[in-house]
């Protein structure tokens, strides 16, 4: 196939929208959706806001307590995972009937390849526009769409106009769609990069596609060579239909910030009993297994252990966080939230694949790369050193 | 152009080539079929550009020429005519005339130069086939194709030609369909494979035929002549997967069934079975087989056992029984054969009989199945 057609489909503040949509009388208000602010002691995070909240100043991720010194006034809301999950499976129903490659990337998020499907709607900006009407009348919510040849322009023109918005990025104009952009849109530049770049006078994704492929590896090695492709528009990564959620995790945020060995121990206990309970109820089974630590100052680390056989048994699960915090320096230090982890997820009820090893191994690399963007954002890992992960443990600092 | 036909004839004509009409198109004159009358004889074309068809007929002529007619309305008035003769001519205004004893029916034409030419090509080489023979293999498997447009070397039914052989193969990458006939004289010295979209296949079966087919392979199509009717269509480009690395090769196991004890079986149980998955599993023991189904969404289950011999004590596998019941209906024999290894990987199917010179197998992939499951039965 020649020309590939990508479509990148983002809810519009997706929880929020529900709560406004189920709630009519929070219509026009800020709705933060989150942990519980207890009077701004609150020591959660928010989930999603608003728009109207947005204004404020409220954003995705934001301790609960800081969303209440800006909007004491808004409406919060302790989230509903089982409703929003429910609207989610309505809205990528829809999408699969738009074509057979669909990978969902989050409950809200998914991509689309429409290389060969847009021919049926004659065209993609009828097609976007008809996806876009169908969610609307199915769930009254806002979605905002990007269409571009790869996956990284798609995402970031879904973003470029939001709320429902549509972007779309033709071929040609890849180029120009690009240029302009502040260099920290690139998928991979995160706090760490962005200061190097700016000092190299690098302002927009322009800017950095003036410099050779050679010029950025020198300076960046590998990571360089896959900025140099981003900026030049380059991602070649499929859409791929992964059926299922890609990992299962618990966490806990502690009410006070904990330094006791035996209780932070017994915790994860906890968290892998109640995990595993989780996974044999759905039968799922997964291969990796992470632990989190967030310490005081917020500076948050994964440890993660890969088992060639997939596993949902609580003693393996356990004996494995335990071990990877075992070996944790934590030195002493308070731990803020604690939280376990299994991904690489495979299920009971599974069709199993004829050709399965023609594909595993890309669909491998894929499945580790959006899980461990999906966890720890764009920023944390690049394509090149993901092809190492033979090595059993990896850990990614936020 | 005119002639006069007999309702009757002109309309299987028309309905053989009406398959290959395209539905929806954005090039209009997709939509017509082509008329051309010699003398006595009228040649009616259909095409979508990739599938072409021809189809001939006796009528009896009066002035020669042709024209680009709109399928769909001509199949529909043809249809509901009475079998009465009918009297076909084109007019100066671009319209073709129907015209019976009482009716007359005008439809506006296309321009008949629009209509694409489908240049056949000289073939690499040629062979005749018995239609009953190239019609059963394209049954044993034509239901195991993808119709996953993304794979597209999956769309089609696998044709390899060797000096003495001929097969076909389809598969959707869960489960295959192999079909062989051996002492089959092709051409000396080929080696050749080629993927027939699904679509030319579903048109020869629609086409049944008497006597022998002559089948011609070029570089990128490939032409079916039949007794009236000529089939020409392009290839699918791509590679078929080789398939004969994961023929298994240690299935040390086997089961013996009777078949249509199993598809009654089968069908009962499924119908309790997880919609999604329409998962069942096997339970071999060496004299018995149970079949159950649960589907825990609803609270609803099934089992049913009966008699089979398993050469093992004791082994649990999980299928798709659409996919398990597809192959059964393709079995033709009152016994079926399993060969297994164990509950993650394929099985191979085959009749307990086969003819001389004939072979069918099958692969099936399972359904993984989960630890507690498996524990609880």
């Known amino acids: ?163 429902d918005g549509l972007v779309i990025v033709a071929p040609d104009a890849v180029q120009a769609f690009l240029q302009p952009l502040e260099i920290a849109r690139l998928w991979g530049v995160g706090v760490k990069t962005l200061p190097f770049l700016q000092r190299m006078g690098i302002r927009t994704i322009g800017d950095l596609a003036r410099f050779s492929q050679k010029e950025l590896a020198d300076r960046f090695g590998k990571s360089g060579v896959h900025y140099w492709r981003l900026a030049h528009g380059l991602d070649d990564r499929a859409v791929r239909d992964e059926g299922q959620a890609k990992s299962i995790s618990r966490e806990l945020t502690f009410d006070k910030d904990e330094s006791e060995e035996a209780a932070l121990r017994q915790t994860l206990f906890y968290l892998c009993d109640d995990l595993t309970k ?44 335990e071990e990877l915090f075992t070996a944790f320096e934590r030195r002493n230090q308070a731990v803020r939230l604690l939280g376990v982890g299994v991904s690489h997820l495979e299920g009971a009820g599974e069709q199993l694949q004829l050709f399965a090893d023609e594909t595993q191994s890309a669909d491998r690399v894929e499945r580790v790369m959006d899980q461990v963007r999906k966890r720890f954002g764009d920023r944390s890992i690049t394509r090149a050193s993901l092809l190492d992960h033979s090595q059993d443990s990896q850990w990614i600092r936020e | 152009m ?70 769909k309305i001509l199949l529909e008035i043809v249809r509901e005519l009475p079998d009465v003769p009918l009297h076909i001519q084109d007019d100066s205004s671009n319209k073709i005339i129907i015209k019976t004893e009482k009716g007359e029916y005008k439809i506006a034409t296309q321009p008949k130069e629009d209509f694409p030419k489908i240049a056949v090509e000289e073939g690499e080489f040629s062979f005749i086939m018995d239609a009953g023979l190239l019609s059963r293999m394209v049954e044993k498997t034509i239901f195991a194709v993808s119709i996953d447009e993304l794979r597209p070397a999956l769309t089609g039914i696998n044709m390899e030609f060797y000096p003495n ?74 590679a078929f997967p080789n398939y004969d690395r994961v023929l298994p090769k240690d299935n040390d196991k086997e089961l013996r069934v009777n078949r249509d004890l199993l598809i009654a079986a089968l069908r009962r149980v499924s119908i309790f079975s997880s919609s999604l998955t329409h998962q069942v599993r096997l339970i071999l023991s060496s004299h018995e087989m149970t079949i159950r189904s649960e589907d825990i969404e609803f609270g609803a289950e099934a089992k049913e056992v009966i008699p089979s011999q398993f050469s093992d004590e004791w082994l649990q596998i999980g299928y798709n029984s659409n996919y398990l019941m597809d192959v059964l209906r393709h079995v033709d024999t009152e016994e079926v054969v399993f060969e297994l290894k164990d509950g993650n990987n394929s099985a191979i199917i085959t009749p307990a009989a086969t003819e001389e010179g004939e072979s069918i197998l099958y692969l099936l992939m399972p359904i993984r199945i989960s630890e507690e499951t498996a524990a609880a039965s």
């Open chain 1, 1 to 163: 196939m020649s020309e590939r057609i990508i479509l990148h489909i983002d809810m519009d503040a997706f929880f929020a929208a529900i709560e406004q949509n189920d709630h009519p009388e929070w219509r026009g208000k800020a709705v933060i959706v989150g942990a519980d602010p207890k009077n701004g002691k609150g020591r959660g995070v928010v989930s999603t806001c608003s728009y109207e909240a947005r204004a404020y100043g409220v954003r995705s991720a934001m301790p609960i307590s800081k969303a209440w010194q800006l909007c004491p006034q808004a409406v919060y809301v302790y989230p509903r995972g089982k409703r929003y999950a429910e609207v989610s499976r309505c809205v990528m129903a829809i999408l699969d009937r738009y074509s057979p490659d669909l990978e969902q990337i989050s409950i809200d998020e998914a991509f689309l390849d429409i290389s060969s499907t847009h021919k049926l709607y004659s065209g993609v900006e009828n097609m976007a526009r008809r996806i876009k009407q169908e969610i609307a009348n199915a769930t009254g919510l806002t979605s905002s769409i990007g269409i571009a040849p790869n996956k990284f322009l798609a995402k970031i023109a879904s973003d470029l106009r939001k709320p």
């Open chain 1, 278 to 321: 989780e996974m044999r109820k759905k039968e799922l089974y997964g291969r990796t297994i992470t632990l989190k630590i967030r310490l005081h100052d917020f500076s948050t680390f994964t440890r993660s252990r890969t088992f060639k056989q997939p596993t949902n048994r609580t003693t393996l699960i356990r004996k494995t966080i």
């Open chain 2, 2 to 71: 005119n002639f006069t036909t007999s309702k009757r004839e002109f309309f299987e004509a028309l309905q053989k080539v009406i398959g290959v009409v395209p539905q929806k198109t954005t090039i209009s004159i997709l939509t017509c079929v082509l008329m051309d009358l010699d003398g006595d004889r009228l040649n009616m074309t259909g095409t979508d550009l990739e599938i072409s068809i021809t189809t001939s007929l006796q009528v009896s002529g009066h002035e020669k020429g042709s024209a680009a007619i709109p399928a």
């Open chain 2, 165 to 238: 052989e001929i097969r076909l193969v389809a598969t959707d990458g869960h489960r295959l369909a192999k079909v062989s006939k051996v002492n089959f004289p092709v051409k000396k010295d080929i080696h050749k494979n080629l993927i027939v979209p699904t679509k030319t296949m579903t048109l020869l079966m629609k086409n049944p035929q008497s006597s022998g087919v002559k089948i011609q392979i070029g570089e990128d199509h490939i032409v079916f002549y039949l007794e009236n009717s000529v089939v020409y269509s392009k290839l699918i480009n791509g």
